[in-house]
């Protein structure tokens, strides 16, 4: 499944814009799901996005459609599109801003990104996505190639782990191995704590200390991918967790 969706990005099919009725829509975290809706009806609360609705209402910039082969000329980093869940968005003066990195994104310039989008980002991320829009993918036939491919079987489980609220942090895991963490170090400490250190002793020191470094980067590394603290209101302690862990 990754190696498709992943490796070989040219290969993953595109999807159909989505309709509210979608099976994807209908298990999608919310903020996923409202990033997803259609512009029409909602360009008051767009907040800057497709800045054409304005002067234009009946023709939304968002709905503009956009074709295959166009969204594919657009592949370098000046000017740059990729496509998620069906509609276009321009991140050329946007890609070197992106928190997984400017190369990552261009890697998907001019294709479709969505199992990618899905794969790395959390449901806020969704968000970001409303004020880069600029169009749908017109192709039919982008749906039609999702079909019993594997990566509609994918893209159907991740939604499921999502509504059944596998990708949810679990804290207190978190936080018993926090404490684990503390005392593997001080253990590690106390062992050498005597003027003569038998040999044992520092064996079993260096056992200590090794398990607690490797599972404070363990604990940074799950930080700093969200998988800890999730909220934007947990930044600051976000910020502290993964900077004492992975500085550990
Ligand atoms: C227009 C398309 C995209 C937008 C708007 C976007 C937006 C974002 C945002 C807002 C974040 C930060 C999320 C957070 O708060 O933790 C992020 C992180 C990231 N993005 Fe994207 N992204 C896009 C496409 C992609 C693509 C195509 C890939 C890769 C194939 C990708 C890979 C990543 C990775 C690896 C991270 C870091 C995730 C982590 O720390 O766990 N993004 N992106």
Redesign the pocket.
Known sequence: LLSEA?LFPQAAPQPKPPTSSSPMTRHLPDAVARAQQPAHGAHAKDDGACGMERTSPTTSKCETPISPSELSKHAKPGDAW?C?HGYV?D?SRWHDR????SA??L??AGMD?TD??E????P??AA??RS?RIGRLESEECALSTKGSAAADYRALRSALWSEGKFEPELRFYVLKQLLVIACFVGAVGALWCDEPSLGRRVCSAALLALSLQQAAFIGHDT???GVLRRRGHRPARAALAQFNAGV
């Not at 992106?98 to 990195?101: A, K, L």
């Not at 794969?119 to 959390?122: E, G, K, N, S, V």
């Open positions: 992943c990729v998620v968005y991140v992106h928190p997984g990195g990552l994104l890697e998907y990104a990618q989008f794969l790395f980002h959390p806020h991320a970001r996505l880069l700093l991918h969200n």
